[in-house]
C-alpha cells in the first residue's frame, strides 16, 4: 500500500543520526508502507485525505528530560510516542468507520535517542537501520492505539510487530528475550 498521502515532518536534533543513519527517511516511508499492508489501522491511513506525522530524531539528553517531564522516569529512552488522536477518535476514524475528516489530522509524535538506539542495536547485535525500523514500527502502533499494559495487549502488538518487520527482511527482535 502507499502512504505518500502522509506528511512526514522529521526534525533532526542530533546531527549524529544524519550520519549514523542518512536513509532514516527513507527506512520510515517503507515501514509506514508495510504498516499500511498488515495493520487494520495501517489501512485505514491511505484513505486518510491528509494525514500527518512528526518524527524527532534528538539525543539520549533531551529524551531523558521528555520521558521526566511526561511519563515521571529520569532516564533516557530508545522511544516515546505521543499519539494526538484519543481513544475515542482511534475508536471512530479506524474501528467504526466513521466518515475521515477532510483537514489534516496530526497521528502524532515518535522521537528516538541515537545513543540508546545505537547502544541497543550493538547489545542485540543487529543493525541500527533494523532497530530503528523496529522502534519506528512500535512507535507507529503505540500512535494507532496499541499498548503493552498486559499480556494479551504485548502479545497483540508484538505480533503485530513480527508480522511488520518481517515483511521489511528483519527477524523477530523478541526471539533472543524468549529463549
Not at 127 to 142: A, K, M, P, R, T
Not at 159 to 170: F, N, P, S, V, Y
Request: with cysteine.
Amino acid at each position: 500500500m502507499n502512504t505518500s498521502n502522509i506528511q512526514l515532518d522529521i526534525n533532526t536534533e542530533e546531527t549524529g543520526w544524519e550520519e549514523q543513519l542518512p536513509e532514516a527517511a527513507g527506512l520510515i516511508r517503507s515501514v509506514l508502507d508495510k504498516l499500511a499492508a498488515h495493520c487494520p489501522e495501517g489501512a485505514v491511513l491511505t484513505r486518510f485525505p491528509r494525514p500527518e506525522l512528526s518524527i524527532l530524531l534528538t539525543n539520549d539528553e533531551n529524551i531523558r528530560i521528555l520521558n521526566r517531564d511526561y511519563r515521571g522516569k529520569d532516564k533516557a529512552t530508545n522511544v516515546l510516542s505521543f499519539p494526538a488522536l484519543s481513544e475515542e477518535e482511534i475508536e471512530g476514524y479506524f474501528h467504526a468507520g466513521s466518515e475521515l475528516p477532510d483537514y489534516p489530522v496530526s497521528l502524532g509524535d515518535i522521537i528516538l535517542a541515537l545513543e540508546t538506539v545505537k547502544n541497543e542495536a550493538i547489545s542485540s547485535n543487529t543493525s541500527l537501520e533494523n532497530h530503528f525500523c523496529h522502534l519506528i514500527v512500535h512507535g507507529l502502533l503505540h500512535l494507532l492505539g496499541y499498548d503493552h499494559m498486559n499480556d494479551i495487549e504485548a502479545e497483540e502488538m508484538e505480533g503485530l510487530e513480527k508480522t511488520i518487520l518481517g515483511t521489511l527482511g528483519i527477524d523477530d527482535p523478541y526471539a533472543e528475550m524468549s529463549t
